[in-house]
């Protein structure tokens, strides 16, 4: 089975760099995945770590150490529209399904 | 491109009335999902599809039926709806290859209250 924690709520103020962490418990997985939901709406991927190391894309950047069962998101630069729900996941090697974290509520204040 | 579709957006539904969610995608994705979603409770898998005339179950399946008769579209049954089943339903869909990620594409949700 798969289990992800990552912290219930984040904040932050504008301009400032956040980091969203994720520590799971997996029996294997390709990858760990990142998505983001605004209040109300759809998930939507963010970044995808199959290796270990970092993944830059614009202002965001995601962390994976399969050593160390655990990853993050870092969000820089942050903007009011970054408020919204972060979520950590991990794709099954058996199944190839992807299991979720309970997410992450990032507050971003002015 | 539409991308993922859901079908109906909101419906209230009396314990013990049945009803299908439709979902249709396309962008020729091989795999679909169901998830619901409850606050603090993140999403959770409740069906899935990894073809044409393929479904299984996924980690809270009790009380819905799926079919995949086509490619496009992927369908989430609730035969008795039971209290415990008001949530949000998301829909998604994904290319089968490995890689990056197999990003998965979520329609925009169907909120169901069960009455």
């Known amino acids: 089975g798969q289990s992800l924690e990552q912290p219930s709520e984040v904040t932050a103020v504008e301009g400032a760099i956040v980091q969203i962490n994720c520590t799971y418990q997996?029996?294997?997985?390709?990858?760990l995945s990142w998505y983001q939901q605004h209040d109300g709406g759809a998930p939507t991927f963010l970044s995808y770590?199959?290796?270990?190391g970092l993944e830059e894309t614009g202002r965001f950047s995601s962390f994976l150490s399969r050593s160390d069962s655990y990853g993050y998101l870092l969000l820089q630069e942050l903007q009011m529209k970054d408020s919204a729900s972060y979520f950590c996941a991990v794709r099954d090697l058996e199944y190839s399904t992807l299991t979720f974290g309970k997410g992450t509520m990032l507050l971003v204040s002015p | 491109n539409a991308g993922v579709t859901q079908t109906p957006k909101f419906r209230v539904l009396k314990t013990g009335q049945s009803m299908t969610l439709l979902c249709a995608q396309d962008?020729?994705?091989?795999?679909m999902y169901w998830y619901r979603q409850d606050p603090g409770m993140g999403l959770r898998l409740i069906h899935y599809?990894?073809?044409?005339?393929?479904?299984a179950k996924g980690e809270v399946p009790d009380g819905y039926n799926v079919s995949r008769l086509k490619k496009q579209n992927f369908l989430l049954g609730l035969e008795s709806a039971a209290p415990s089943q008001t949530s949000v339903y998301f829909c998604a869909s994904s290319y089968a290859t490995s890689g990056r990620g197999k990003d998965e594409y979520f329609g925009p949700g169907t909120r169901l209250l069960v009455l």
């Open positions: 997996t029996s294997g997985f390709y990858g």
């Open positions: 962008m020729n994705h091989e795999y």
């Open positions: 599809s990894v073809g044409e005339g393929t479904t």
């Open positions: 770590n199959a290796l270990d």
